[in-house]
């Protein structure tokens, strides 16, 4: 199970973190990774951490103002995201799978999805 946490409303320039609590597998084992979705526009993959050593990987949107982490002793990810635009606007979810193709390669389809947050910029 996957449960995102950390969504709101901000004004353009703010800051939000937002977490993703891991329960029911192993969260050693799993790669994850955050995506954004906005009504009437595909998926976009953000930001994945992997199980291993941790490399982290960024869209060129999240690039340099989002920056994605992990705590095992919590079993949370985190994404920490800076200097908000208002295109960032859209629900964001975590999501988590053995294999990085399947979590990171489009269409998509990793084992396990959150319900999603909420996340809102003003201008």
């Known amino acids: 199970q996957l449960v995102e946490s950390g969504g709101g409303l901000v004004q353009a320039g703010g800051s939000l973190r937002l977490s993703c609590a891991v329960s029911?597998?192993?969260?050693?084992?799993?790669?994850i990774g955050w995506f954004r979705k906005v009504p009437g526009k595909e998926r976009e993959g953000v930001s994945c951490?992997?199980?291993?050593?941790?490399?982290?990987y960024y869209s060129a949107a999240a690039k340099d103002r989002f920056t994605i982490s992990k705590d095992a002793a919590k079993n949370t990810v985190y994404l920490q995201m800076n200097n908000l635009k208002p295109e960032d606007t859209a629900i964001y979810y975590c999501?988590?799978?053995?294999?990085?193709?399947?979590?990171?390669?489009?269409?998509?389809?990793?084992?396990?999805w959150g319900q999603g947050t909420q996340v809102t910029v003003s201008s």
């Open positions: 999501a988590a799978d053995i294999s990085m193709v399947r979590l990171w390669v489009q269409p998509y389809e990793p084992n396990y």
């Open positions: 951490i992997e199980s291993g050593d941790g490399t982290t």
């Open positions: 029911g597998f192993s969260f050693n084992e799993y790669n």
